[in-house]
């Protein structure tokens, strides 16, 4: 599966993550690309929300942890950020081999090296030139996103 759309606000991003969240399963894992501030956190937090059923769920960004887990009714879910990641060896001590019996989420996912997923879902997230005179809410931008993998799920 490959394709592309606009998502025209964060509302349609985070609806996105909430109906890809729906298709996920034990062993998956979501790559998400872009530069920073595209949405990667975003996403993944409506993701998170959607899996554990709770709308308000805190989801700080694992920007220094790199990575947070969590309990959701279909299992252990852990979320990565591996803009600061130090080499394949310490992803490997933060126990990426059991985050992956479950299902991650991966910032930054180009930092994996040869710990990157054979079968994965790829989201990248393209920030769009703003418009100028718009008259979008403060905060709401349009982005490209790219989505790639998960072959026969949709
Ligand atoms: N269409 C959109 N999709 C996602 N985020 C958006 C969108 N439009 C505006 N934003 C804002 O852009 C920012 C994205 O930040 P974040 O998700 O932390 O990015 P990243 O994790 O990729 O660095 C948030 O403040 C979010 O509200
Ligand atoms: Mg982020």
């Known amino acids: 599966?490959?394709?592309?759309?606009?998502?025209?606000?964060?509302?349609a991003t985070?609806?996105?993550a909430r109906r890809l969240a729906r298709l996920a399963k034990a062993g998956d894992a979501v790559m998400l690309k872009g530069p920073l501030g595209a949405g990667k956190s975003t996403f993944a937090r409506a993701f998170l929300r959607e899996l554990s059923g709770k709308p308000d769920l805190d989801v700080p960004s694992p920007t220094f942890t790199?990575?947070?887990?969590?309990?959701?009714?279909?299992g252990p879910v852990s979320h990565f950020d591996l803009w600061r990641l130090d080499g394949e060896s310490a992803l490997e001590e933060m126990g990426w081999d059991e985050a992956r019996e479950g299902i991650v989420?991966?910032?930054?996912?180009?930092?994996?090296?040869?710990?990157?997923?054979?079968?994965?879902?790829?989201?990248?997230?393209?920030?769009?030139?703003?418009?100028?005179?718009?008259?979008?809410?403060?905060?709401?931008?349009?982005?490209?996103?790219?989505?790639?993998?998960?072959k026969g799920r949709f």
């Open 1 to 11: 599966m490959e394709r592309t759309q606009t998502l025209p606000n964060r509302e």
């Open 66 to 74: 790199l990575i947070q887990s969590y309990d959701t009714p279909y």
């Open 105 to 150: 989420l991966v910032e930054w996912p180009d930092r994996l090296g040869s710990l990157t997923p054979e079968e994965a879902l790829v989201v990248t997230l393209f920030p769009q030139p703003s418009v100028a005179l718009s008259n979008m809410d403060e905060g709401d931008e349009p982005r490209e996103v790219h989505l790639e993998g998960w």
């Open 14 to 16: 985070e609806d996105l």
